[in-house]
């Protein structure tokens, strides 16, 4: 393998993911020679557009991989689509960063009444009209650097982002939110390493960055949103934690107004995780987590 050729979105963020994954590659095989290759994605416009759809972050990458002009790509696992992709398969996904949200501008019990929260995210918007009625929850559009931009500058009095995000690019968060206050997007705070299937000498190099018991409990995660019937950008709160036998598995969906919160939570061995999984999504269902998502409508 002469080169190996990483394909990654051209924002900071996705450059530190993929650097850190050439260089984890680079300590497994010191003679290897990797090239980072930016791949252009389609426009985001503004939160709230009709393009925000599933996979919107993840599918020029993937053509990228089908059409042989890169090896491997790299995602944030939580845009990537539950449903696979013909022709690809993700060989790892390494061990994961911290998973839970956080706040730049203010923390969560110092902001006043009536303040103004950025968010992008549906689900986001949710937790925090759960959390805290009296603030005014915006949307707020752009890369990790833009939105700090803008709370910097007044525009809004704080930001809800991933706390693997803005650790990833050494900033330092106002505020870190307990998992057990706000439950983060299925996959959160992981990366997915995705190869061509045809490609067994790429999936056994990139196979060596996996880590089993990230694996175990983002793949619950997913399972769960899967099984509710929608993808990925479906506001579904879930949250895995294995310590390689036990997996204890929690997952929520909160009203778009914050108002109702439904939840269901399990333990059991990470082999049944997919059982696991099941369990917490038909709970969800009985509780009318399809009604609330808007997919019996």
């Known amino acids: 393998m002469p080169v190996l050729r990483i394909g990654t979105r051209g924002s900071r963020l996705a450059l530190v993911q993929a650097q850190w994954v050439a260089d984890r590659l680079l300590e497994l095989s010191p003679g290897l020679e990797v090239v980072l290759e930016v791949i252009d994605s389609k426009p985001v416009l503004k939160a709230g557009d009709p393009g925000l759809g599933d996979g919107i972050f993840v599918k020029e990458i993937q053509n990228a991989l089908l059409e042989g002009k890169v090896d491997v790509g790299i995602h944030s696992l939580k845009d990537l689509p539950t ?105 959160q705070g992981a990366l997915a390493v995705e190869v061509r299937s045809d490609a067994p000498q790429v999936a056994e190099l990139a196979g060596r960055l996996h880590h089993e018991a990230t694996a175990d409990e983002v793949e619950a995660e997913r399972a769960v949103l899967s099984k509710l019937g929608g993808g990925c950008m479906l506001p579904v709160s879930a949250y895995g934690l294995s310590d390689a ?34 369990e917490v999504a038909r709970n969800l269902i009985e509780q009318g987590a399809r009604e609330m998502l808007g997919l019996d409508a």
């Open 245 to 278: 036998e036990i997996l204890i598995l929690e997952a929520r969906v909160i009203s778009s107004d914050g108002g109702v919160q439904i939840k269901h939570i399990v333990r059991g061995r990470a082999t049944d995780r997919l059982a696991l999984a099941e």
């Open 83 to 187: 449903a696979p992709v013909e022709g690809l398969k993700v060989a790892a996904i390494p061990m994961r960063a911290d998973a839970r949200e956080a706040l730049v501008g203010s923390t969560l019990e110092g902001l006043p009444r009536r303040a103004r929260v950025g968010t992008s995210s549906p689900r986001r918007t949710a937790q925090l009209r759960h959390l805290r009625p009296d603030l005014v929850v915006v949307p707020l559009a752009g890369n990790i650097p833009t939105r700090i931009e803008k709370v910097a500058r007044g525009d809004y009095d704080a930001a809800m982002l991933a706390a693997a995000g803005l650790h990833r690019l050494g900033i330092e968060p106002d505020d870190v939110i307990p998992i057990h206050l706000a439950l983060p997007a299925p996959g």
